[in-house]
C-alpha cells in the first residue's frame, strides 16, 4: 500500500498525505518517536496510518505560526506529543513537470483534491480527536493534556468544514514518492538499469 506503483506514468505521482494532532502534555515522558499503526474502518480496511513523536519532533515553528505560545508551555513543564496521520490510499495524482526558464522541477502534488481524500482525512482527524478526549480522561487532572493544534474549540464543535480547514493548514506527508513511471519502462526484471545494466535499484 506504500509503495503503489500505477502503470500510466503521466499526472500519476502519489504520496501518502494527511495532518496532525499536537497535544501539550504534562507528567510524562518525552520521546522522539513512536508507536506506529495502521488503523482500520469498520469495514477492517486499513485507511490511516498513525505515527507519534516527542518534543525533539515537533515543529515548533508550526505552532508559533498559529499562535501558539511555546514558551508558556514550555516554562510550564509541558512536553509535546505530535500524532501524524497519513492516508494510505490517497486518491490524489500529481505530477512532475520541469520549468527550463528557472532549470527546476515544478512540483503539484494534488492534496485535498479529490473528495475521497477530504472525507477520509476528516474521518482521521475525527478519530485522532477520540483519542484526545480518550487521553483526558484517563488523567486525574485534565489539564496535564491539552490539545493544542487544532484549537480545541474545533475538536468542540467537530465540524466538518472546520475540521477540514484544519487539517489543511496542518497537512503533513510522508515520503514514499512514486508513480511518476513505471519499473519496466527503467529496469529490467532483475531490477538493474536498462541503461546501466551493472547497476541494480534495491
Known sequence: MKSDILPNPVNNLTTHYGTTMILAVKNRDDFSSGPMA???NNLGERNWQVVTSGSTLTNLDFLRSQGVDVNYYQNNGYKFITFFLWLLRPAARGSIS???STKSPILKLGYFEEETDRNEIVSGLRYLRDVYFHMKKQINSPE????I???ESVFDNNNYDELLQ???IGVSSTDHYCSTISYSTLLNKDFSLKTHPRIHVV
Do not use: R, S
Not at 496535564?144 to 490539545?147: G, I, K, P, R, S
Open 98 to 100: 520541469f520549468n527550463p
Open 144 to 147: 496535564d493534556t491539552l490539545v
Open 166 to 168: 484544519a487539517a489543511k
Open 38 to 40: 495502521f488503523i482500520p
Open 149 to 151: 493544534y487544532p484549537n
